[in-house]
């Protein structure tokens, strides 16, 4: 894995973009798999700034979303399907038939889970872009989760679920099952950011380069990787100077 430590969460950023630019200026077609959460937002903001300055066009790009809050409709701003649309969909030329996630309403999650898995089968992604848990996870694949895990309903960790409070009124609003795509699907990816900001991050960003390779540690897949690169900032990389 190539890691990169930079300063702060803006040159995480920064650097971010400057990779997805490449992959979508190289490949007018590419297929983007994007991550939901805190740490991917400036790397949204600059695609966004650099389409309404530059021009740079999604016109013909898809994307496929790692996760979806399980009783969760779209049109519910605590969907990440919402999320998607509001910070960055709706901002940039891309159709949205052409971003793709799984349905949190779906009645049966099965048939769901299968019809995401086969979606993501025939579209291969150029880049994929990911955040960490600080338990490790990638996606919604919590510690134990199987390598060769396909697209999947979860129960969410409890730290997960107190991570993620910080985005609801309350903690009992936080939902506690999710629709997932597996590691192995993630695996697929020609191209792997993994982005890591935060003080918060050290322990599980510190596992993933220098810890045993484990389901215990969903993040450690990575290490597999042909192609997979780790922006952090210093507090999330604090720990990997020593
Ligand atoms: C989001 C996702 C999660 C987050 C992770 C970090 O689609 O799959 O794995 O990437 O929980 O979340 P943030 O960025 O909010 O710290």
């Given at each position: 894995m190539k890691i990169i430590i930079v300063k702060d969460y803006e040159k995480v950023s920064d650097k971010a973009f400057e990779i997805m630019k490449e992959v979508v200026s190289g490949n007018p077609e590419a297929v983007l798999g994007l991550a939901t959460g805190t740490t991917p937002l400036g790397l949204y903001a600059r695609m966004i700034a650099d389409h309404e300055e530059n021009g740079t066009s999604y016109a013909r790009v898809k994307a496929a979303n790692l996760d979806e809050y399980a009783g969760v409709g779209k049109d519910n701003p605590n969907s990440y399907?919402?999320?998607?649309?509001?910070n960055l969909f709706d901002k940039i030329d891309i159709k949205l038939e052409n971003t793709?996630?799984?349905?949190?309403?779906?009645?049966?999650?099965?048939?769901?889970?299968?019809?995401y898995a086969e979606l993501l089968a025939n579209m291969p992604?150029?880049?994929?872009?990911l955040g960490i848990g600080s338990n490790g996870h990638i996606a919604f694949n919590e510690p134990g989760t199987p390598f060769d895990s396909v697209t999947h309903t979860v129960e969410l960790a409890e730290s997960t679920v107190r991570d993620n409070?910080?985005?609801?009124?309350?903690?009992?609003?936080?939902?506690?099952k999710a629709f997932t795509m597996g590691l192995s699907e993630i695996m697929q990816a020609k191209k792997i950011l993994i982005?890591?900001?935060?003080?918060?991050?050290a322990d599980a960003v510190y596992g993933m380069i220098r810890g045993e390779?484990?389901?215990q540690l969903p993040a450690s897949i990575?290490?597999?990787?042909?192609?997979?690169?780790?922006?952090?900032?210093?507090?999330a990389g604090s720990r990997l100077k020593n």
């Open positions: 399907a919402y999320f998607m649309r509001k793709h996630i799984e349905n949190g309403m779906a009645l049966n999650a099965d048939a769901e889970c299968k019809r992604r150029d880049i994929q872009v409070a910080r985005l609801f009124d309350r903690i009992e609003d936080v939902p506690r982005l890591a900001t935060g003080a918060n991050k390779v484990t389901e990575l290490r597999k990787h042909p192609d997979c690169v780790l922006i952090c900032d210093e507090a």
